[in-house]
C-alpha cells in the first residue's frame, strides 16, 4: 500500500483538480475513526499484540503520507499551471519606433583664426611732393598694422583718426619705414600727416575696416 501511494502521488498531483487530496484526507480520518471508535470501543485492549501495533503504526503511517504528498503535489501542479496560464496570456510590449534623440553640439562654422592680424603698406612721395602713394586702403576688422615708408628728402609721419579722434600714430621720420599697429572694428577711419600743412596740401586718405 506505502508504493502504490508513492506511485499514485506523482501522477494524482499532475491534475489540477485538489480531489486527490481531499481523498487521501478523507481516507486519513476515516482510518483514524475507525480504530478509535469501531475497534476501540469494542475492544478495550486493541491492540493486544506487537503484530497488530505494528499493523495499525504502518496503515496510520501510510495514509499520512498519501496525504502529504497529495498536499505538496497537488499544490506544486496548481502553481506550475498557473505561471503557464501567466505566461501564455502576456503581451510583449511593442518596441518603439521613436527615433533616438542625439544630444551632440553642432560643430559651430568656422571663423577666421584668433590674433590674425591685416598687414597695410603706405609710402609718402618720394619726390618730396605732399601726397601719399594711395588715398585708399582697407582691411578686416581686429589687429591692423600699417608699415609707412618715407624715402621723401622731408619728414611726415601717418596717424589714424575716427572723426576728430586720433587713434594712433608713427613717429616723424625722413628715410626709412616705421610700422601702427591698432586694433579697429568695422567703421570708416581718416590716415594722414601731422606734420603741419601736410594734411591740407593732400597727405590724406580714406581706411575702410569691413
Known sequence: ?????LQLAPILGAEKSKVPFYIAGGLLVAWALF???VIGTRRSDFPTN????RAVMAVSAVLVLAAVSMAVATSGGSS??????TSSTETPAPESSAPTATTGTPTPPSSPAAG??????LAANPEGQLSFDT??????????????SNASPLEHNVA???GAKVLGSTPTFAGGSKQLTLTLKPGKYTFYCTV????QAGMEGTLSVS
Open 50 to 53: 506487537l503484530s497488530q501495533q
Open 116 to 121: 590674425a592680424t591685416s598687414a597695410l603698406k
Open 1 to 5: 500500500m506505502h508504493t502504490l501511494a
Open 196 to 199: 603741419p600743412g601736410h594734411r
Open 35 to 37: 480504530v478509535s471508535l
Open 135 to 148: 588715398k585708399q586702403l582697407s582691411a578686416k576688422a581686429g589687429s591692423i598694422t600699417i608699415t609707412f
Open 80 to 85: 506550475s499551471s498557473e505561471a503557464a496560464t
Open 160 to 162: 589714424i583718426a575716427e
